[in-house]
C-alpha cells in the first residue's frame, strides 16, 4: 500500500513539475518578433515554445555556445511573422574552420 501511495505522490508531484516547467517558457508564437528579439537580448539565452509539442533554445552570442559549435540565425514563428530572426542558435559547422579539403 505504501509503494502505490508513494507512486501516486510522484504521479502528481512529476505532473505538477511538468505543467510549471511548460508555463515558465514563453510561448514564441504569441509574442511579436520584436518582443521576442528584445527577450533575447535582455536574457542572453530564452528557451521558447515554438509549436505544440517543440521548444527552441534562442542565444544572443557565442559565449552560450561550446567551443566548437558557431552562431546560425535562427528563426521562429512569432504572431506577426512566420519567419522571424529572433536571434541564434548554437550549432557545429558541417566543416570545421581551417577546413581544407584538397591539402
Not at 515558465?24 to 521576442?36: E, G, K, T, V, Y
Not at 533575447?40 to 521558447?48: C, K, L
Request: glycine share 4%.
Amino acid at each position: 500500500m505504501k509503494n502505490r501511495q508513494f507512486a501516486t505522490a510522484a504521479f502528481v508531484l512529476g505532473s505538477l513539475f511538468l505543467t510549471t516547467a511548460a508555463e515558465a517558457r514563453p510561448d514564441l508564437r504569441q509574442m511579436s518578433c520584436n518582443q521576442a528579439q528584445n527577450l533575447v537580448r535582455q536574457h542572453g539565452a530564452v528557451v521558447f515554445t515554438t509549436g505544440q509539442y517543440t521548444y527552441s533554445m534562442f542565444v544572443s552570442n557565442r559565449s552560450y555556445c561550446d567551443y566548437n559549435q558557431e552562431l546560425f540565425i535562427q528563426y521562429g514563428p512569432t504572431r506577426d511573422n512566420r519567419q522571424c530572426p529572433v536571434a541564434y542558435q548554437c550549432k557545429e559547422p558541417l566543416f570545421p574552420r581551417g577546413f581544407n579539403r584538397w591539402r
